[in-house]
């Protein structure tokens, strides 16, 4: 039947025919307009061409406004055998790549901006174009044309939440033999080392990453924001207590959004400081930046951070409400995997505030949204938020259960510090001796020592005051719970384990001496206080 309607169609029709068999997922006019015009055919007659094939079925126009031309299964077998019978196989697949790099980088910069929506939705429409022009390339062994299909494409598949095909796709590219500019590679290395730490990441391997983007663009004229954005983070890497003044040296960069991300970051380091305080005027400054600008990743992320440190202050109905603002924005955006991590979060305020079926359909909410998404760091933040809520509602076989999918995600191996401080603390909880207890209490703090970071710190350090109330060092407990405060900068109201152990100790105590201890421990060093309570 095919041979048939081949038979009876003009040279023309047959060559866009055969052409619109290297599309996936249908073809837009002008993209056709591109790949399927040639020696025999013009570009302004591809529409009449189009037209003539739906109107004899070997076409089909879907779409409410303007049509996508597709391709039933066999009709699209049968081209591409055509294709190849006329030799022009790899024409044709030079032409769609060159095609969907050059849209991928036209929508590139404006996915940064106002117009973002409009130009994901160009993009969505050609996801499986995207894809498949990349794995020509690879297939290809194109290491210049898949790379740069890489740099442009980047961006679109971490907005939507894709970030395991992305993933894949970019390493793909980057393992390819072949010649390469110097400034591709490095803003592929820049955007590679924001996937690898996107969630619980491997710290060592996108350190690498930065490095190897640094080193490659520091000559090249930094056209594209992530190789501005890798000069702070190299600078860090080399000079880890010059945390502020790397950010802080783009806050005058002729990008707006580069600017409003560098707010962001130097609040995110006064939070790991423990000066949340100062943070928080950051993180509302960039929200505005980036609300301006109408992009809504950069909002996302500012309403989140801003969540996370007005929950420490137990204000958690406003903390939620901030949260519901990120996830609304990033559902605009498509990204599933950031609304599972962000109702994850949401469950624990609902359980703060006792209403724990919230808790659980926020919960439920999240493993919904889960189903499909295949980004560790997403599906390991959810199994995080289940065992800690396990651990607060004291199941242990769940709470365990849950660290071990968590664990099984990321790998033992490469587990970051604060996720091996996690794992110790929860582990701690349900030891079943005192020994046991010190021996998981003492490997959380090392870790969180690691860390360096103020919030993770503060958090083990209310673990510690716990393995100290079990031993019925109450005064010590207190001392513990001063420290903890001291470091993160004000009591963290996001743990329920501190208004129980603060409540326990205060009643055996006494509120003066309770008071004393209190004093004490804020003065004292927090290493030291550690020590005494889980050295052997």
């Known amino acids: 039947m095919v ?18 068999s ?36 070997l076409l089909v126009a879907a779409g409410d406004g303007a049509p996508r031309y597709r391709m039933l299964g066999t009709i699209k077998e049968y081209g591409a055998a055509r294709l190849a019978e006329a030799g022009e196989t790899e024409l044709a697949r030079q032409a769609h790549l060159a095609c969907f790099t050059e849209r991928a980088e036209t929508a590139e910069p404006r996915l940064r901006r106002s117009e973002q929506l409009d130009w994901l939705a160009v993009l969505k429409a050609e ?9 020509g390339a690879l297939t290809a062994g194109d290491a210049h044309a898949a790379m740069r299909l890489a740099a442009a494409a980047a961006w679109y598949w971490w907005l939507i939440g894709r970030k395991a095909e992305g993933m894949e796709l970019i390493t793909a590219a980057i393992e390819t033999p072949g010649s390469v500019p110097d400034e591709v590679r490095a803003v592929v290395y820049a955007l590679t080392s924001m996937f690898v730490t996107s969630g619980p990441g491997d710290v060592p391997e996108a350190a690498e990453w930065i490095h190897r983007a640094y080193e490659l663009g520091r000559h090249s004229p930094r056209y594209h924001p992530a190789l501005r954005v890798v000069v702070p983070l ?26 409003a991300l560098s707010r962001l970051h130097i609040g995110k380091m006064l939070t ?32 989140t951070e801003l969540a996370d440190r007005i929950a420490l202050r137990g204000e958690f109905a406003e903390a939620c409400e901030h949260f519901e603002q990120a996830i609304a924005v990033v559902t605009e955006l498509g990204a599933l995997d950031d609304v599972v991590q962000l109702r994850a979060r949401q469950a624990r305020l609902h359980w703060l505030m006792g209403d724990k079926d919230a808790s659980a359909a926020a919960v439920a909410e999240a493993e919904r949204r889960a189903v499909g998404v295949t980004w560790p760091g997403t599906l390991a933040a959810l199994a995080l938020t289940k065992a800690e809520l396990a651990r607060w509602n004291g199941f242990a076989g ?10 099984a995600l990321l790998g033992e191996e490469a587990l970051q ?33 690691e860390t360096g970071h103020a919030p993770v710190i503060a958090q083990m350090l209310v673990g510690a005051a716990d393995l100290a109330l079990r031993r019925d060092q109450h005064s010590q407990a207190a001392r513990l719970l001063a420290a903890s405060a001291r470091v993160l900068g004000l009591p963290d109201r ?15 105590l006494g509120e003066q001496a309770f008071s004393a201890a209190s004093v004490e421990g804020a003065e004292a060093d927090w290493e030291e206080l550690v020590a005494a309570t889980v050295g052997p």
């Open 3 to 20: 041979d048939w309607s081949w038979e009876l169609l003009s040279d023309a029709e047959r060559v866009v025919l055969r052409r619109l």
């Open 234 to 259: 190299q600078r860090l890497l080399r000079e880890p207590e010059s945390v502020l003044p790397a950010w802080e040296s783009l806050l005058a960069d002729e990008d707006p959004w580069v600017r």
């Open 127 to 135: 996801h499986d174009n995207l894809g498949s022009a990349m794995r």
């Open 417 to 449: 510090p604060h996720l091996r401080a996690t794992a110790h603390d929860l582990r701690s909880h349900f030891a079943s001796s005192l020994e046991e207890a010190r021996c998981e209490r003492a490997a959380a703090c090392a870790a969180a020592a």
């Open 272 to 303: 790991a400081l423990g000066r949340g305080a100062a943070a928080e005027a950051h993180f509302e400054e960039s929200l505005v930046e980036f609300r301006v600008l109408g992009e809504r990743f950069g909002i996302s992320f500012a309403q």
């Open 398 to 407: 769940e709470a365990f259960a849950q660290l071990s999918i968590a664990v």
């Open 494 to 508: 996001c743990n329920p384990d501190v208004e129980r152990i603060s409540r326990i100790v205060r009643d055996h």
């Open 22 to 57: 290297v599309f996936a997922g249908g073809a837009s006019l002008s993209a056709a307009e591109r790949v399927c015009a040639g020696d025999v055919v013009e570009e302004h007659e591809v529409l009449d061409l189009l037209t003539a094939l739906t109107e004899k079925s």
